[in-house]
């Protein structure tokens, strides 16, 4: 591929929407997969797809009035980004944090399309969040919070339309609040959002599906290079749902999970997380919203102020809190410690030239769309649970997602293989194009 031709299209996307990074990052790293393989699919390149693709279907921006404890007005900006539904309604998480902006929102509901489509199921991509900070308010203000949301958010979502589900900042708490107020407004109690409460139409194992997820991808790439995960030491840094759940999954797998991180630093855990740690730092963020150092605090381990968990020696990484929080240093830490995989459990923790480095050195490298697929895949179960009104056993739906992420692997060996080796970032990028662009193809110039 023409380096001329990536410019160009990079070009055209940053001039449309000036000042969004993550969103230019996401579009870039995407890209640069495919116009390679577009050139052999004129089809494709006529049709403009990823043109389309890179264009929202529709933002809905608005603004949310509430009152706090204190009784002072506050404002914050909503969004809901529908990015695309040729393969089904949009479905795709609300973020509640206070990075929130649009150029974060359209870079999600990017990633979320091709996500999305790598499931296997029918579900389209989207994503929306705020700019609210959940840390530090009340149970009651985060209440009002969600009902001032949702009397906002409710005229542009429905079971067939738009399925919002948490994210960063978004847990149960924040679904009940938020469904709460739809049901009451909508006078329906439908599948409008998924990860509610298991009984109240919510699916057995979406909490743990995403982490869950992982380790079954992670186990995937390892099978296919005839390795498994006992024994192996693991790095990860965020403990909010993903990090929690695929710390417990990995250490039921016989792995060893040596550190968490939130933005301050990260705790040194050299026994491994596991049994009472695990129970502690399970509703550490979860429930309390805590910082990670208190983890240590309660436990007597090492706290690490200002460094990133990456330099510590581990034979695999696992980002699972946010976007660029492993970058080029981190990359050449891990490298030269011997590090041997990288999955990305957020959505786009690795800075692209951090990428670049860590596939160069020949490491195994997973990127968030394919390996964090597991949580969407269980929102999609239980959209279909809803419609048949009938909710499955936990087992059921666990044999259901480890079927889905060896699919998804699958995929990424087909679209990826290169030679001896896979190139997992292209082949979860074709193999995620490809649906989509054909489900455009036949709908015609919409
Ligand atoms: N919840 C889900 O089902 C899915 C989440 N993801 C992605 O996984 C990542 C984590 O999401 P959740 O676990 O749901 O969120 P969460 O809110 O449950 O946990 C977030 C974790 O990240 C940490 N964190 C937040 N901002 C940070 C920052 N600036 N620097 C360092 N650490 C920070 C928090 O301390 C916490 O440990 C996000 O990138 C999200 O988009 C991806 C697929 C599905
Ligand atoms: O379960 C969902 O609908 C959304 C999950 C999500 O936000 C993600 O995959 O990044």
């Known amino acids: 591929m023409s380096e001329q031709l990536l410019n160009s299209f990079l070009d055209q996307v940053t001039s449309r929407n000036p000042g969004e990074k993550e969103f230019h990052q996401s579009v870039y790293e995407v890209a640069r997969s495919l116009l390679p393989f577009l050139e052999q699919q004129p089809k494709y390149k006529k049709a403009k797809i990823l ?15 509430w009152d706090d404890d204190q009784g002072e007005v506050r404002v914050n900006r909503g969004y809901r980004v529908q990015m695309n539904s040729a393969i089904g309604p949009y479905k795709g998480g609300l973020r509640f944090h206070p990075s929130v902006n649009l150029g974060v929102m359209k870079f999600l509901a990017f990633e979320q399309v091709f996500k999305n489509s790598l499931t296997t199921l029918p579900l389209g991509g989207g994503k929306g969040g705020a700019d609210f900070d959940p840390r530090g308010k009340s149970d009651q203000e985060v ?4 009902q001032a949301f949702m009397n906002e958010l409710y005229r542009h979502i429905g079971p067939d339309t738009d399925v919002p589900a ?25 599948g409008v959002l998924t990860g509610k409460g298991w009984n109240w139409g919510g699916s057995l194992m979406r909490p743990e599906a ?16 005839g390795e498994d995960l006992q024994g192996k030491t693991i790095t990860v840094s965020g403990y909010g749902n993903v990090g929690s759940y695929f710390i417990q999954k990995a250490c039921q797998c016989g792995a060893r999970v040596i550190t968490i991180a939130d933005e301050n630093g990260y705790v040194y855990a050299p026994e ?18 805590r910082p990670a150092q208190d983890f240590g605090k309660e436990f007597g381990l090492k706290w690490v102020e200002g460094r990133r968990p990456w330099e510590v020696p581990c034979d695999i990484a696992v980002p699972t809190a946010t976007q660029n929080e492993l970058e080029l240093d981190d990359a050449r830490n891990l490298i030269n410690n011997g590090c041997r995989c990288v999955v990305e459990a957020a959505n786009m923790p690795c800075s ?3 990428v670049d480095m860590l596939q160069d ?7 968030g769309k394919a390996a964090n697929a597991g949580g969407v895949a269980v929102s999609g179960l239980e959209m279909c649970q809803n419609s048949q009104h009938y909710c499955w056993s936990a087992e059921e739906v666990d044999c259901k997602l480890q079927q889905i992420m060896k699919k998804i692997h699958e995929q990424c060996v087909t679209f ?9 970032v292209d082949g979860a990028n074709i193999a995620g194009f490809v649906k989509v662009a054909d489900a455009m193809l036949a709908q015609g110039i919409i």
């Not at 209440?143 to 969600?146: E, T």
């Not at 948490?166 to 439908?190: C, H, M, P």
């Not at 695990?278 to 979860?286: I, P």
């Not at 990826?416 to 997992?424: D, F, W």
Request: hydrophobic share 40%.
């Open 51 to 65: 043109e389309r693709l890179v264009e929202p279907e529709r933002i809905i921006i608005f603004r949310i009035t």
């Open 143 to 146: 209440m009002r919070f969600c």
């Open 166 to 190: 948490g994210d960063i900042g978004v847990g149960s708490r924040e679904i009940g609040y938020l469904f709460g107020q739809y049901r009451k407004i909508s006078n329906a109690f439908t």
């Open 210 to 225: 995403t982490g869950y997820g992982v380790v079954y991808f992670l186990q995937e790439m390892l099978k296919a290079r």
């Open 272 to 289: 491994g997380i596991d049994g009472e740690k695990f129970e502690y730092l399970r509703d550490l963020w979860a429930v309390h919203r």
């Open 352 to 354: 692209p030239d951090a």
């Open 361 to 367: 050195a020949g490491l195994l490298f997973a990127p």
């Open 416 to 424: 990826g293989s290169r030679g001896n080796s896979v190139n997992y």
